[in-house]
């Protein structure tokens, strides 16, 4: 059973325009959610993290929004660069110890 | 550079044989990873280690698969018997002490394994 999910495969997004990215849970002991993108031929890399006492953090370009009660997350880039195109792993955790990742979403960013 | 380095980048293995992967993570980080990525999925947890203590195992890590971390430093992780369904993208990644969640952990750049 897969407990993050990313439900769409790919996305793809016009040069200067907001890219949003959407990521599901299904364990409500996860307090710590994450995401990481990931480019070719490299291991993924962390990008931005919330805790489950906040609903927003924001670094940059990027803000990720955490609603508990929907058990949904998503993150934001404005304005999405080429150089964001990447895949871009939701993930959560339930402990210090572990993280689940979801399956990923291929994000193009179109010059 | 001193992030966390992998080794082989990629391994070509028939099947049936043995194969072992070495991860070097970053010197000051007390834990290390291990994680398997296959097509169109995201990492999946595999293991991961304290110092030189094996603190979890996922069952996906059947009793073909052994790490060590014999130092608490670098890790090796072997495959016996290596089948064509081990073939995947494994990655390693290192934290840093003191860190309550897991935001610090730096991923390697992974050894791809195909098993023909």
């Known amino acids: 059973d897969q407990q993050v999910k990313q439900n769409s495969p790919s996305l793809s997004v016009q040069e200067g325009r907001i890219s949003i990215l959407n990521c599901d849970y299904t364990?409500?002991?996860?307090?710590?959610f994450l995401w990481y993108k990931k480019y070719p031929a490299e291991g993924p890399t962390f990008l931005i993290s919330i805790s489950s006492i906040k609903d927003k953090n924001e670094d940059g370009r990027f803000t990720v929004f955490l609603n508990k009660s929907a058990k949904h997350l998503s993150l934001h880039i404005v304005p999405s660069q080429p150089g964001d195109s990447a895949v871009y792993f939701c993930a959560a955790s339930p402990s210090y110890d572990k993280v689940i990742f979801g399956p990923g979403t291929s994000l193009s960013v179109i010059p | 550079d001193t992030g966390v380095s992998q080794d082989p980048r990629h391994k070509i293995t028939k099947r049936g044989q043995n194969v072992t992967f070495r991860c070097d993570p970053i010197s000051e980080h007390n834990r290390l990873y291990w994680y398997r990525q296959t097509l169109g999925q995201g990492p999946e947890f595999l293991t991961y280690f304290q110092n030189e203590a094996q603190l979890e195992k996922s069952r996906l890590l059947s009793d073909r698969f052994s790490a060590e971390r014999p130092k608490g430093s670098f890790s090796t992780l072997e495959i016996q018997r290596t089948e064509q369904g081990d073939s995947a993208m494994y990655l390693c990644?290192?934290?840093?002490?003191?860190?309550?969640?897991?935001?610090?952990?730096?991923f390697g750049p992974g050894t791809r394994l195909t098993v023909l």
């Open positions: 990644a290192s934290s840093s002490p003191g860190q309550i969640h897991t935001d610090t952990q730096y």
């Open positions: 364990n409500s002991m996860f307090d710590y």
